[in-house]
């Protein structure tokens, strides 16, 4: 019996390979058309995103070898969608925030800010929240969730030391000893890639050191225990939420402003950096303070007086720990105030390149009705400067880093290996933490869209939605949101919106509908995924630290869902609908005759 169960074993990742391929096959055989083949190659990729049996990218690939193969698309056509004007916004964003997370910038701004808040329990998951969503917002949320949680953890440690008093001779030593455990986990996590897709992580559970006991016997110990899952959840729940606020912060936002593109190649540059963070970034910060209140109520009560400041020896001691770490870093140094002016740079010149409301400068390169500079144009023009602007402070020898040099403050010896060259970044940096599968993830998906916009099934999947135009559409808005919230639980955020965008402005069309009224809230959506472990990377990784049990997730991140689809459906039938005029059907979407 344990023979055949064992080679049952050897045997699950080929049978998982092969059996979709077998189920699916007689589709293309017995329809012999072209949405049938088209569709093959749809669910055969779904099937094998959500299993993960074979990596993400890889499946990605699969239209650059099928479509050909079926005469969907010839192999120049399909390979042109592998790198478009969106996988360069992409690249350029992931660039800037190799040269944030090198230089340190994002821990100095995280532990400053907690410094702000203080720690009392419900402060300090307020800090921690608004924080992670910060960051997240900039660099991506599984590398802020990396670098959030040992702090988080190391900070409640020593909330949770009862026996040391601040004057107490151990104490200094305590908090040596909270330091350097903070500084093993972060090595731990150093190596996680930042990645924009939701790779199921295995919890290594010899690795992982249980604070407190499963069956916790005192209030003192209960106590702990709900604290630590709040403060884990509150981490992962805000770096999911913060990507939502801008266009590169998280994958799906960058697919829709792909395929919003490629669908409707008229549409006036609707979606950019400027007018998607005006209406996601409302959105952001009510979904974070639902967030906040829910898992204040859930965690810690009704009971709001815990806000108050307090002075109690634990929770200084506890602020000692967030004193000593920021201490560590020292004065600011001169690769930190460079990339800040740099990113500050950055975002000034996305705001005012389209702003909608006034002329921006990006309307000096239009040329005979043409836009020629888009927001990739600008982060590639920063990230360029960055790998030409030194990382020290040149000296009247050139810009070559002199290996003489004295250290500055806030940069130690392994960081001055890493800038060998001098540069605020380094091409070895960038290949060592870019995350290049989410390029054939991102293009795989364009691939997919532009075979489902040929071949029909776009049009033929659309038109089976049409008895949803006989609802009112904020009803439609709701249920698409619920639909994709759902199953962005089971596969990843970017697979989940190549799949759905196609298929919602396709019947958009159809029914008369502005195709963003749709896409919008969908593709936040995809962002909801706060119920499981293996949804997303922050929630893999809060979970490996053994606190959390899966019916803690499942019972917070089901009330975070309904909250997310709801809030989504409010922004777009209120702000949205002003913003981006949804109560009118465009004329540049009126392209039903070339579906």
Same mark, same amino acid.
């Given at each position: 019996?344990?023979?055949?169960?064992?080679?049952?074993?050897?045997?699950?990742?080929?049978?998982?390979?092969?059996?979709?391929?077998?189920?699916?096959?007689?589709?293309?055989?017995?329809?012999?058309?072209?949405?049938?083949?088209?569709?093959?190659? $749809?669910?055969?990729?779904?099937?094998?995103?959500?299993? &993960?049996?074979?990596?993400?990218?890889?499946?990605?690939?699969?239209?650059?070898?099928?479509?050909?193969?079926?005469?969907?698309?010839?192999?120049?056509? $399909?390979?042109? #969608?592998?790198?478009?004007?969106?996988?360069?916004?992409?690249?350029?964003?992931?660039?800037?925030?190799?040269?944030?997370?090198?230089?340190?910038?994002?821990?100095?701004?995280?532990?400053?800010?907690?410094?702000?808040?203080?720690?009392?329990?419900?402060?300090?998951?307020?800090?921690?929240?608004?924080?992670?969503?910060?960051?997240?917002?900039?660099?991506?949320?599984?590398?802020?969730?990396?670098?959030?949680?040992?702090?988080?953890?190391? $900070?409640?440690?020593?909330?949770?030391?009862?026996?040391?008093? /601040?004057? *107490?001779?151990?104490?200094?030593?305590?908090?040596?000893?909270?330091? #350097?455990?903070?500084?093993?986990? *972060?090595?731990?996590?150093?190596?996680?890639?930042?990645?924009?897709? +939701?790779?199921?992580?295995?919890?290594?559970?010899?690795?992982?050191?249980?604070?407190?006991?499963?069956?916790?016997?005192? *209030?003192?110990?209960?106590?702990?225990?709900?604290?630590?899952?709040?403060?884990?959840?509150?981490?992962?729940?805000?770096?999911?939420?913060?990507?939502?606020?801008?266009?590169?912060?998280?994958?799906?936002?960058?697919?829709?402003?792909?395929?919003?593109?490629?669908?409707?190649? *008229?549409?006036?540059?609707?979606?950019?950096?400027?007018?998607?963070?005006?209406?996601?970034? /409302?959105?952001?910060?009510?979904?974070?303070?639902?967030?906040?209140?829910?898992?204040?109520?859930?965690?810690?009560?009704?009971?709001?007086?815990?806000?108050?400041?307090?002075?109690?020896?634990?929770?200084?001691?506890?602020?000692?720990?967030?004193?000593?770490?920021?201490?560590?870093?020292?004065?600011?140094?001169?690769?930190?105030?460079?990339?800040?002016?740099?990113?500050?740079?950055?975002?000034?010149?996305?705001?005012?390149?389209?702003?909608?409301?006034?002329?921006?400068?990006?309307?000096?390169? %239009?040329? &005979?009705?043409?836009?020629? $500079?888009?927001?990739?144009?600008?982060?590639?023009?920063?990230?360029?400067?960055?790998?030409?602007?030194?990382?020290?402070?040149?000296?009247?020898?050139?810009?070559?880093?002199?290996?003489?040099?004295?250290? &500055?403050?806030?940069?130690?010896?392994?960081?001055?290996?890493?800038?060998? +060259?001098?540069?605020?970044? &380094?091409?070895?940096?960038?290949?060592?933490?870019?995350?290049?599968?989410?390029?054939?993830?991102?293009?795989?998906?364009?691939?997919?869209?532009?075979?489902?916009?040929?071949?029909?099934?776009?049009?033929?999947?659309?038109?089976?939605?049409?008895?949803?135009?006989?609802?009112?559409?904020?009803?439609?808005?709701?249920?698409?949101?619920?639909?994709?919230?759902?199953?962005?639980?089971?596969?990843? %955020?970017?697979?989940?919106?190549?799949?759905?965008?196609?298929?919602?402005?396709?019947?958009?069309?159809?029914?008369?509908? !502005?195709?963003?009224?749709?896409?919008?809230?969908?593709?936040?959506?995809?962002?909801?995924?706060?119920?499981?472990?293996?949804?997303?990377?922050? !929630?893999?990784?809060?979970?490996?630290?053994?606190?959390?049990?899966?019916?803690?997730?499942?019972?917070?991140?089901?009330?975070? !869902?309904?909250?997310?689809?709801?809030?989504?459906?409010?922004?777009?039938?209120?702000?949205?609908?002003?913003?981006?005029?949804?109560?009118?059907?465009?004329?540049?979407?009126?392209?039903?005759?070339?579906?």
């Amino acid at each position: 019996m344990l023979a055949c169960l064992r080679s049952l074993r050897e045997l699950r990742d080929p049978l998982a390979i092969t059996l979709p391929v077998l189920m699916l096959l007689p589709l293309p055989l017995v329809l012999r058309c072209q949405e049938a083949y088209c569709g093959f190659v $749809v669910l055969l990729m779904a099937v094998y995103w959500c299993t &993960e049996v074979i990596p993400l990218a890889i499946t990605a690939i699969l239209p650059v070898l099928l479509f050909p193969m079926f005469g969907i698309m010839t192999s120049k056509e $399909v390979c042109k #969608q592998y790198m478009k004007d969106t996988n360069m916004l992409f690249l350029g964003g992931l660039m800037v925030a190799v040269a944030v997370e090198t230089c340190n910038l994002h821990k100095r701004i995280a532990l400053r800010a907690l410094l702000l808040v203080g720690v009392r329990p419900a402060l300090l998951m307020m800090g921690f929240m608004g924080v992670t969503a910060f960051l997240s917002m900039w660099i991506s949320n599984t590398a802020t969730t990396a670098m959030m949680v040992p702090i988080a953890q190391a $900070v409640l440690d020593q909330l949770n030391t009862t026996g040391t008093q /601040p004057g *107490d001779p151990e104490q200094g030593h305590g908090q040596t000893a909270r330091g #350097q455990e903070l500084e093993e986990k *972060d090595s731990t996590v150093e190596g996680i890639q930042p990645a924009l897709i +939701s790779p199921v992580m295995q919890t290594q559970d010899a690795d992982v050191e249980m604070k407190v006991s499963a069956v916790p016997h005192s *209030d003192a110990q209960r106590e702990q225990q709900r604290l630590r899952k709040m403060l884990s959840l509150a981490v992962c729940y805000s770096a999911s939420i913060g990507g939502t606020a801008t266009l590169t912060g998280t994958g799906p936002n960058l697919v829709l402003k792909g395929q919003f593109s490629q669908i409707f190649p *008229d549409n006036g540059d609707v979606i950019n950096f400027a007018s998607w963070f005006g209406f996601s970034f /409302p959105n952001m910060l009510i979904m974070l303070t639902c967030c906040w209140l829910w898992l204040h109520l859930l965690f810690l009560g009704v009971n709001f007086g815990r806000l108050r400041m307090d002075k109690s020896p634990r929770e200084q001691a506890a602020y000692g720990i967030i004193q000593g770490e920021y201490s560590k870093l020292g004065l600011m140094s001169f690769a930190e105030k460079l990339v800040l002016g740099l990113f500050i740079l950055l975002i000034t010149l996305w705001f005012t390149r389209e702003p909608g409301f006034v002329r921006g400068w990006g309307s000096i390169f %239009n040329w &005979e009705g043409k836009k020629f $500079v888009t927001d990739a144009t600008v982060v590639m023009f920063i990230t360029f400067l960055m790998f030409i602007m030194p990382s020290h402070r040149p000296r009247l020898k050139g810009w070559a880093w002199n290996r003489t040099v004295e250290a &500055e403050p806030g940069i130690d010896s392994r960081e001055r290996k890493d800038h060998r +060259s001098g540069r605020l970044l &380094e091409w070895k940096e960038v290949q060592r933490k870019l995350p290049w599968n989410v390029v054939l993830l991102l293009g795989g998906g364009f691939a997919l869209a532009k075979g489902c916009e040929v071949s029909g099934l776009s049009l033929w999947l659309g038109s089976h939605l049409l008895p949803l135009q006989n609802l009112p559409p904020w009803v439609i808005a709701a249920l698409l949101c619920l639909l994709i919230a759902i199953f962005t639980e089971c596969t990843s %955020n970017v697979a989940t919106a190549t799949l759905f965008l196609p298929i919602l402005a396709s019947m958009a069309v159809l029914i008369k509908l !502005n195709p963003l009224y749709v896409m919008i809230p969908g593709t936040l959506s995809t962002s909801f995924a706060f119920m499981l472990p293996v949804a997303t990377p922050p !929630n893999a990784i809060v979970f490996s630290y053994g606190h959390l049990r899966v019916t803690d997730m499942v019972k917070a991140g089901f009330v975070l !869902n309904l909250i997310g689809v709801v809030s989504a459906t409010v922004a777009i039938n209120t702000w949205g609908r002003a913003m981006f005029h949804l109560d009118t059907f465009p004329a540049w979407a009126n392209i039903s005759s070339s579906l």
